[in-house]
């Protein structure tokens, strides 16, 4: 549904209701494609005490235990201009393994909260500590597919309160590692930049799963694999038509594209393959061949003549494939300090953090997060539109309609789905504390 929202605070509306309205409003004479997430069970869940924009930056904020439920599809993590990008196919679902049972998860009536925590969420998710899971009732007997909730007791203002801890995800400060050694590398000061911040992190697909496979597999027999056609309806819903990914890549811009397995490179390949510049890689070509030589993704032109592109830079996962990835580590920073030296991402000094790219944002300040930390830097794809009788186009309209124009023709160009995610299931081992 096309509304006069800039895409960043659309999306928020959009994605948060989204596997509600496809299994409890659309659900057809067919169960939906994306019901295939119901299958992975229920989880602990949260909300904040007050339906109110949270407080401040951060996800730790006064939060009660509102019992288990299916989890809800994800935004891109962190700010919307972050010059970097990290890419996966789907978001991983720590609650599923039982050393991670007393997980928490974000269950928000309020849009704003369910805005603000993909802004803050920077290296960590939400847990109980292991001493209150116990002390709650949690155990062997707890599992997604179990009714079990937790014996919380309600306080005098009827709140099941809880104290919340920040579980560090590995995968996420394994990006940590990397802006730090590109810091190190160009000899920038290194103390404010951070995950969340000069880094984003975001998904093809929008719900979470603890692995995305077609294949059962035999050391976690109760892991519910897709069907072949559940796959294609997943990416045909969420990667081609609504274009949740898409719009938010050409929203955001990034100067660079951090790709992790192998996996997520053959999809992303085949969904942007007429819009590689340079190093177009080869269907299902190797992570391995794609890290030895530049790989540049053509956002589009802009009628003032400046080209919008993006170094994508290719990795093993970093927690699925350590042993890969420890070896090619080095070449990612070199990698992205190739960037630097061209000049595609520069250090703000006035701000500590990488600068902003090309864009404007009002993800922040619309959705009453806060103040956006970095409005003096953004420099709008558009002038601000002469304004005519009977015709009131704003500059953001305008900043919307131009990045529709530099999407367009993505989809169209791509082959069908059941060929471009035919070898995507993921291979790699997960990791006990970042699973998929």
């Known amino acids: 549904m096309e509304t006069r929202l800039p895409v960043e605070v659309e999306l928020a509306y959009e994605v948060m209701s989204c596997q509600a309205v496809r299994i409890a409003q659309e659900p057809g004479k067919q169960p939906h494609a994306c019901s295939y997430f119901r299958k992975w069970g229920t989880y602990h869940s949260y909300d904040y005490t007050e339906d109110v924009p949270a407080p401040g930056p951060g ?3 006064k939060t009660r235990y509102v019992g288990r439920a299916p989890l809800v599809p994800e935004l891109l993590s962190g700010c919307r201009k972050a010059p970097l990008m990290a890419l ?14 007393g997980a928490l998860n974000p269950l928000f009536d309020d849009y704003r909260q369910y805005a603000h925590y993909f802004r803050y ?8 500590s292991r001493a209150d899971y116990e002390r709650f009732g949690g155990g062997d007997h707890d599992t997604p597919f179990s009714d079990f909730e937790l014996e919380i007791p ?3 203002n009827g709140n099941r309160e809880v104290e919340v801890s920040l579980a560090r995800q590995k995968m996420y400060d394994g990006y940590q590692d990397l802006l730090e050694g ?11 930049l951070a995950v969340g911040e000069d880094l984003a992190y975001g998904n093809m697909v929008a719900s979470p799963s603890a692995k995305w496979t077609t294949k059962p597999d035999p050391k976690d027999p109760a892991l519910p694999p897709m069907t072949e056609d559940e796959r294609a309806g997943i990416v045909s819903e969420c990667m081609r038509e609504r274009k949740y990914f898409l719009r938010q890549l050409f ?3 990034p100067p660079v594209l951090l790709i992790f397995s192998q996996s997520t490179a053959n999809a992303f390949n085949e969904e942007m393959r007429e819009r590689f510049s340079v190093g177009k890689p080869e ?9 030895k030589r530049e ?3 053509h956002y589009g032109d802009l009628p003032d003549g400046r080209v919008i592109d993006s170094r994508v830079i290719y990795s093993p996962h970093i927690t699925g494939n350590p042993e890969e990835f420890a070896p090619a580590r080095d070449r990612v920073i070199a990698q992205l300090v190739e960037v630097a030296k061209a000049g595609a991402i520069t250090f703000n000094a006035d701000t500590g953090h990488l600068a902003r790219p090309a864009g404007a944002c009002v993800f922040c300040p619309m959705l009453e997060i806060g103040p956006c930390d970095y409005v003096e830097e953004l420099d709008p794809l558009s002038e601000a539109p002469t304004l005519t009788a009977g015709s009131p186009v704003t500059q953001l309209q305008q900043e919307k309609a131009l990045q529709g124009e530099l999407l367009a023709g993505v989809v169209e160009s791509a082959p069908p789905v059941a060929q471009a995610w035919a070898a995507t299931d993921d291979l790699d081992e997960p990791s006990p504390d970042e699973a998929a």
Do not use: F, T
């Open 154 to 156: 309600e306080n005098g």
């Open 59 to 61: 996800i730790v904020h």
């Open 251 to 253: 929203q955001s811009l």
């Open 182 to 192: 590109l810091a190190d590398a160009m000899g920038w000061p290194k103390e404010k």
């Open 283 to 291: 269907q299902r070509e190797s992570v391995d061949e794609l890290m």
């Open 121 to 128: 969420r920077a290296h960590a998710k939400l847990e109980l």
């Open 88 to 101: 996966g196919i789907n978001p991983n679902l720590p609650g599923w393994w039982p050393y991670h049972r």
């Open 295 to 297: 790989v540049r993704l």
